[in-house]
């Protein structure tokens, strides 16, 4: 992948930045002349702090290894929804500065699609509510339903199933009862 091109994901990047574009804004401020932190409107990773001096250190950290791709980058902390960024030198901060925000906000996109992937499953106890408790489970989905909640669509069909599988095998065995 080069520099320009836009990693592939589930749902389509532009449209969800144009839905959404406070998620996507990056606010800098120089705090001396190698000195650089960039603030977003969300949390940025799954750590509280992370604070790196190396590429070798930044292993793993996704966002900080991509920023230690940029040449000239001395250490990062990645904080909650900001990252501070100490080049060696001011220069190398003006080269970098683009890649840097297109980094972070390449970041933004993949939590937001991570996001948007965990949103539209049903968790175990979503499952047990459609299976056992089927009105329940409709009941749950019409409320999802209205909210604009991706999963309601799956929790009122599994219900709905769920329910005439229950009121069949009531029927059946009422019918055996007599």
């Given amino acids: 992948m080069n520099d320009h091109e836009t990693p592939q994901f589930a749902f389509d990047p532009i449209s969800a ?3 959404a574009p406070s998620q996507f804004s990056i606010e800098v401020e120089q705090h001396g002349p190698t000195t650089w932190e960039f603030k977003t409107k969300r949390s ?11 590429k070798s250190q930044a292993r ?7 920023l230690f791709e940029i040449d000239g980058i001395a250490s990062i902390l990645v904080e909650n929804n900001r990252v501070k960024v100490w080049t060696t ?6 080269d970098g500065r683009e890649r840097i925000e297109d980094t972070i906000r390449n970041q933004l996109i993949q939590l937001i699609a991570k996001d948007a992937q965990v949103q539209r499953t049903l968790t175990g106890f979503d499952w047990f509510v459609c299976l056992v408790l ?3 489970g409709i009941i749950a989905g019409l409320l999802r339903l209205v909210r ?3 999963t309601a669509g799956t929790m009122l069909g599994v219900s709905t199933l769920s329910l005439i599988f229950w009121v069949v095998i009531n029927i059946v065995r009422w019918n ?3």
């Fill in 17 to 19: 930045e144009q839905e």
């Fill in 44 to 54: 940025i990773g799954p750590y509280s702090a992370a604070y790196f001096t190396s």
């Fill in 60 to 66: 793993g950290s996704g966002l900080g290894e991509q």
């Fill in 89 to 94: 030198n001011e220069r190398a901060f003006q």
């Fill in 134 to 136: 089927p009105v329940w």
């Fill in 148 to 150: 604009g909640n991706p």
């Fill in 176 to 178: 055996l009862l007599r």
